[in-house]
């Protein structure tokens, strides 16, 4: 298919799909995808002459590294203001999940493991929870347009087609681009029959339309020349971070970092043994914690990178880095108790701050990651380890 019969496939979807709303939902995460789908509603929008809501939907899983996080503010900005020259009423929100929700709450305070494709808890947890609590304030139907493609990998694909179908587009009599969600909005996937090389493509000719500012996304994906996905950082159900190898040395320490937390959640030694579920290894115990949290703060150091996350969410007055780490671990330790009683967790989960904090006591069990085939030949794991090692 060539680009104009690609593009007027997706305008038609657009049609059919906002025929009859007045508001419009683009989930934007600051990747390519989500990116040539803004710049194709901008290019629709212009055709069409709609004056409609426009709401640029931004989901901060506080995991995101921190360029990835800063460009898909700056292009929000930016295409706010382009929405408005074409008669639409755009805006920009974040919703993000709350401070116990968080990859680093989850992990150190309640032990949980690395995800797995039977227990992707990072999903419901980081995105779904956070979007559908801002859905549900609406008040109004609305569109949904989402930036997904079946060329993304064959497990897209397969998501795609059990929820809406996989027959190619016709109007009025497939719904292969469409599914309804608890009847009151509709997720729509415009691009989803579109490569990686159309949406290059894309951005390539209508990116014009907002300056210069595609040129960090550019950066970010080494022109298109490292077929990256970006997402959260510590992303375990992937064999690489590709985003992280792009953008050079600095990151391959937090590329150490979440092989780690595969590794020690793989560790049966490591995790609480549990009596039901469908997996007999619950939690992981203190030590595995102790360790995320350490080569979390090395890497930090070791890259003169700083995890954002840690710094943006905050409980009871204090951000997560001050908690599990600056903070005198008595009061530390009444703050996360007074937040997992507050938010339905478990105490019996909690270890406490002090363990959390303590090198020294866990160089045993550091030792046994040096044998995990996951990361026995890396040479920045060997480095963290060494340096953990070395203040016991």
């Keep these: 298919m060539d680009a104009d019969s690609r593009i007027r496939e997706s305008f038609e979807v657009l049609d059919k799909a906002l025929s009859n709303k007045e508001r419009v939902i683009i989930a934007y995460s600051g990747g390519k995808d989500s990116t040539a789908l803004a710049l194709l509603f901008l290019q629709w929008i212009a055709s069409r002459e709609r004056s409609l809501d426009v709401v640029l939907l931004h989901g901060d899983t506080l995991s995101e590294i921190p360029e990835m996080e800063s460009w898909a503010r700056a292009f929000a900005r930016r295409y706010v203001d382009a929405l408005s020259k074409y008669g639409a009423r755009g805006t920009f929100e974040v919703v993000k999940p709350e401070p116990w929700e968080t990859f680093y709450w989850r992990a150190l305070v309640r032990g949980y493991p690395a995800p797995s494709f039977k227990w992707r808890w990072c999903v419901d947890t980081l995105k779904r929870r956070p979007s559908l609590r801002f859905f549900r304030n609406l008040g109004k139907d609305c569109v949904v347009l989402l930036g997904h493609r079946d060329s993304e990998s064959r497990a897209r694909a397969q998501a795609l087609s059990a929820r809406t179908g996989s027959c190619p587009l016709a109007p009025g009599s497939c719904f292969a681009f469409y599914m309804s969600l608890d009847g009151s909005w509709e997720k729509v996937y415009p691009i989803r029959s579109w490569s990686e090389g159309d949406v290059w493509s894309y951005i390539g000719e209508w990116g014009r339309e907002l300056g210069d500012i595609l040129d960090k996304l550019y950066r970010l994906y080494c022109y298109g020349t490292i077929p990256a996905r970006y997402g959260c950082w510590h992303c375990t159900l992937v064999k690489v971070q590709l985003g992280h190898v792009a953008l050079g040395e600095k990151y391959v320490y937090f590329e150490a970092v979440r092989k780690l937390y595969r590794a020690v959640s793989d560790i049966p030694e490591l995790r609480v043994v549990k009596s039901s579920g469908y997996s007999r290894l619950g939690p992981l115990k203190a030590p595995a914690r102790a360790l995320l949290l350490n080569s979390m703060l090395l890497a930090e150091e070791l890259s003169g990178i700083r995890l954002y996350g840690l710094d943006e969410a905050k409980v009871k007055g204090f951000s997560l880095r001050e908690v599990f780490w600056e903070v005198p671990e008595r009061e530390a330790d009444r703050v996360i108790e007074d937040v997992e009683r507050s938010s339905g967790g478990n105490l019996q989960r909690v270890v406490s701050v002090q363990d959390?904090?303590?090198?020294?006591?866990?160089?045993?069990?550091?030792?046994?990651?040096?044998?995990?085939?996951?990361?026995k030949n890396d040479e920045h794991v060997k480095e963290i380890l060494d340096r953990l090692s070395s203040k016991s």
């Design 356 to 375: 959390l904090r303590n090198v020294r006591k866990y160089y045993k069990d550091f030792m046994k990651l040096r044998k995990h085939p996951l990361v």
